[in-house]
């Protein structure tokens, strides 16, 4: 199963393809935040509890 690490990763890469500078930033943003909490985690062993606390 793929980690969020990796699948933020490949996300990043969408963006920084095809939008905008700020929309790359503000992704960043969030996804830095998210990667730093559940990174090394499977994609399936976050819940939206998990998410949302």
Known sequence: MMK???AIRHHLEYHNA???K???RCVEFVLRKFNNQ??????DSVSEEDVLS
């Open 4 to 6: 969020i690490k990796k």
């Open 18 to 20: 095809n939008s905008q």
């Open 22 to 24: 700020n929309t790359c």
């Open 38 to 43: 559940f990174g090394e985690r499977t994609l």
